[in-house]
């Protein structure tokens, strides 16, 4: 790693903010912005809802799905960064923060894609008007680092759940975090640690069945298919 990783996390949740800042700044230019992220986070819950019925997957589901890549605002908890930073640097391992810091990177790059296609839907937010705007904004690339992203991001916390002074240590700074004033930034990295530590052995497939199924969409999506996740849900998803 060519940086250490608590400046790696700093610059990445500046990135992360800056962004939400411009698009509360600049609203009116994305007023289809809130509808799409419903629609994705409906979409996300359908395609891997397989997974969430799965007791040892759900909170990772939640964890990954939710948290961070389908869209939600998480300023307030990357804005305690500040106050955590500090005790963050002196605990926990450089990877970890490092770890956290392509968390918020993967978090930055699902707004803003949502934010640039959600200025491409020309009609009602089907599944067909979907892949219709993704061709529009044709940031093929970009989309298939996003998904390398998820998948380095998973097995960086699977290894990292391997070693169990490093949950104690997030654990430990609870009771901190919560009187220093960064109780969600804490929690943030307690519920993403457990719940891969509930996966075990099978995060690695957890991670490869999210990598598999959204690179199957993003090529269909690619080829001018009009129902890229049919074979997950159908026509849907329900809204």
Not at 40 to 62: I, K, N
Not at 79 to 100: C, E, G, Y
Not at 136 to 164: M, N
Not at 198 to 214: G, L
């Amino acid at each position: 790693m060519s940086r250490a990783g608590a400046d790696y996390l700093v610059e990445q949740t500046r990135h992360s903010l800056a962004l939400l800042d411009r698009l509360d700044r600049d609203s009116a230019r994305y007023p289809r912005l809130d509808e799409l992220q419903h629609w994705q986070r409906c979409r996300l819950r359908e395609t891997y809802d397989d997974l969430r019925r799965q007791d040892h997957y759900r909170p990772a589901c939640v964890f990954f799905l939710e948290e961070l890549y389908g869209g939600r605002d998480m300023r307030t908890r990357d804005s305690q960064l500040d106050r955590a930073l500090p005790i963050m640097r002196r605990t926990l391992p450089d990877h970890l923060l490092h770890a956290v810091g392509e968390a918020m990177r993967l978090q930055a790059m699902s707004m803003d894609f949502d934010a640039r296609m959600s200025r491409l839907i020309e009609g009602p937010l089907t599944q067909p008007e979907y892949a219709r705007a993704y061709r529009r904004l044709a940031a093929w690339e970009g989309r298939r680092e996003q998904i390398r992203l998820i998948g380095d991001l998973g097995e960086l916390l699977h290894r990292t759940v391997k070693v169990p002074m490093i949950r104690r240590l997030v654990r430990w700074m609870r009771g901190p975090a919560h009187a220093a004033g960064f109780g969600k930034l804490q929690g943030f990295l307690d519920d993403g640690l457990s719940a891969f530590a509930e996966m075990s052995d099978d995060a690695t497939q957890f991670v490869s069945t999210i990598t598999r199924r959204e690179t199957r969409a993003l090529g269909l999506i690619e080829q001018g298919s009009e129902w890229p996740f049919r074979e997950w849900i159908g026509q849907g998803p329900q809204i």
